[in-house]
């Protein structure tokens, strides 16, 4: 009897530091998820609102890509510094920002360790233009995006 009781206890410690654990990494995930939203809107608003290069820097990853499928089933793709050019030259040119202010609204963030995926709706001035999903990975610095798909909106 004592064996049965040492064993359902032992059973009861092991289930509650499941469940302890279980909770934590559930906390942990939700302040990650929260940590990749902010990235995404920080790089959102110093890449369309205020042209804050070395926010962009701070936010995308050099290697980033951002991938359109455009007529006839093409992919382009434009580097990092293909954007920043546009940045800086809508800046140079007093074009900036070249829209309305651009919000956005998370629809899917999406964690896994080191990864996260993130689909979000572009909006500016309250009109839906684009449908955006975002890869970031997370460096010792923190969450960066590394890269991106396009879908544009035509009215």
């Not at 951002?66 to 140079?92: F, T, W």
């Not at 896994?112 to 009109?127: L, Q």
Request: aromatic share 10%; hydrophobic share 45%.
């Amino acid at each position: 009897m004592k064996v049965l009781l040492k064993s359902f206890q032992l059973l009861t410690l092991l289930l509650c530091t499941c469940q302890l654990t279980a909770a934590q990494a559930s906390a942990d995930m939700e302040g990650e998820k929260t940590a990749v939203k902010e990235v995404i809107q920080n790089a959102v608003d110093a890449m369309y609102n205020n042209g804050d290069v070395a926010l962009i820097h701070q936010y995308y990853h050099p290697d980033y890509a951002l991938l359109l499928l455009v007529e006839g089933n093409q992919l382009y793709k434009m580097s990092l510094n293909d954007r920043i050019a546009h940045v800086r030259e809508a800046l140079a040119n007093n074009q900036f920002p070249a829209h309305e202010q651009v919000s956005i609204q998370f629809e899917l963030v999406d964690v896994a360790y080191s990864t996260a995926t993130v689909k979000f709706d572009y909006f500016r001035a309250d009109r839906h233009t684009c449908i955006d999903i975002m890869t970031l990975y997370k460096f010792d610095e923190g969450w960066r995006i590394v890269s991106q798909t396009t879908h544009h909106i035509r009215d």
